[in-house]
Antibody, heavy 122, light 108 residues
Framework: QVQLQESGPGLVQPSQTLSLTCTVS??????????WTWTRQHPEKGLEWIGY???????DYNPSLKSRVTISIDTSKNQFSLRMSSVTAADTAVYYC??????????????WGQGALVTVSS | EIVLTQSPGTLSLSPGDRATLSCRAS???????LAWYQQKPGQAPGLLIY???SRATGIPDRFSGSGSGTDFTLTISRLEPEDFAVYYC??????????FGQGTRLEI
């Protein structure tokens, strides 16, 4: 059973950089056909996809966040990470890491972390 | 980007009832490139349906999906108490970005 676990500071100051790490267990991030993603959910709101990374290092991001987001991967640790710069209160949300299956024209999230609440406040 | 609009925003039903949830796309999502998720309070979303009508592993057959193009439906044939949650649709017909609907809350 694949498990994902987010970790990182729960409080970030405005204008600073948000950093989160997702540790994957029960499966390898090197598995073909699976992409490693970040999605966020604002309080009492819907879901916003942030971006993905493949084990090769290729990435893609939501155009609305692309200028501030970097996703990286450490295959030796079976982890991937999110960095979001210049945060504001509007970035306060629960951040989920998730595995994305992408093959044969199908694209869906099959495993999610439990989520990490990040509050942007001074 | 493709905008997904779910209706109704809230659906009030009772155990044993049939639930019909709608997801409409602002333009075609390339045939059946749509998934449905269930989210319970304090939990991450869980995959229910992919490719518009294929049930994910372990999902009971009271859950079914249908539709194509711009109009999709999630039907729960006979509601169980554990089905009361928020449901999201997600499109992958034209991405990035992957987009989600705003959710339908199914309440007792």
């Amino acid at each position: 059973q694949v498990q994902l676990q987010e970790s990182g500071p729960g409080l970030v100051q405005p204008s600073q950089t948000l950093s989160l790490t997702c540790t994957v267990s029960g499966g390898s991030v090197r598995l073909g056909g699976y992409y490693w993603t970040w999605t966020r959910q604002h309080p009492e709101k819907g879901l916003e996809w942030i971006g993905y990374i493949y084990y090769s290092g290729s990435t893609d991001y939501n155009p609305s966040l692309k200028s501030r987001v970097t996703i990286s991967i450490d295959t030796s640790k079976n982890q991937f990470s999110l960095r979001m710069s210049s945060v504001t209160a509007a970035d306060t949300a629960v951040y989920y890491c998730a595995r994305l299956f992408w093959s044969n024209g199908l694209v869906y999230f099959d495993y999610w972390g439990q989520g990490a609440l990040v509050t942007v406040s001074s | 980007e493709i905008v997904l609009t779910q209706s109704p925003g809230t659906l009030s039903l009772s155990p044993g009832d049939r639930a019909t949830l709608s997801c409409r796309a602002s333009r075609s999502v390339s045939s059946t490139h749509l998934a449905w998720y269930q989210q319970k309070p304090g939990q991450a979303p869980g995959l229910l349906i992919y490719d518009a009508s294929s049930r994910a592993t372990g999902i009971p057959d009271r859950f079914s999906g249908s539709g194509s193009g711009t109009d999709f439906t999630l039907t729960i044939s006979r509601l169980e108490p554990e089905d009361f949650a928020v449901y999201y649709c997600q499109q992958y017909g034209d991405w990035p970005p992957i987009t989600f609907g705003q959710g339908t809350r199914l309440e007792i």
